[in-house]
């Protein structure tokens, strides 16, 4: 599945408004390689966030590539998951005293 066009030959597309680089994909996507699908409207994209999949990437059309950054895109899950570190503590009668849990904002934000 092919899903943007960073580079053609020599020819880095980072700068490109993602439209113009996903219109470049369409045409040297060749079998058995597949365009991922893409809709323009946020509507109906709501097919892609029942039954299994792990959800949708929006992007703007406007939007040019940028390289470790989540500028121009979001990531919309399905089902949303965090990292989270468990502390209990047992009393002599083996009754439960004390209970944290602690979760790194910065991790659970970025959780897969």
Do not use: N
């Not at 996903?22 to 029942?50: F, H, I, N």
């Not at 590539?65 to 121009?72: A, D, L």
């Not at 849990?101 to 897969?112: N, Q």
């Amino acid at each position: 599945m092919a899903f943007d066009l960073l580079a053609e030959g020599d020819e880095v597309l980072c700068a490109l408004p993602y439209e113009e680089r996903r219109e470049r994909l369409a045409a040297v996507v060749a079998d058995p390689v597949q365009l991922t699908p893409m809709v323009a409207d946020a509507a109906d994209a709501g097919q892609w966030l029942t039954g299994t999949s792990e959800g949708v990437i929006a992007k703007q059309a406007d939007a040019p590539y940028q390289p470790g950054e989540r500028k121009g895109m979001v990531k919309i899950k399905r089902v949303r998951t965090a990292d989270a570190v468990g502390l209990a503590r047992e009393s002599l009668s083996r009754k439960l005293k004390s209970l944290k849990i602690d979760v790194d904002a910065e991790r659970a934000r970025h959780a897969s």
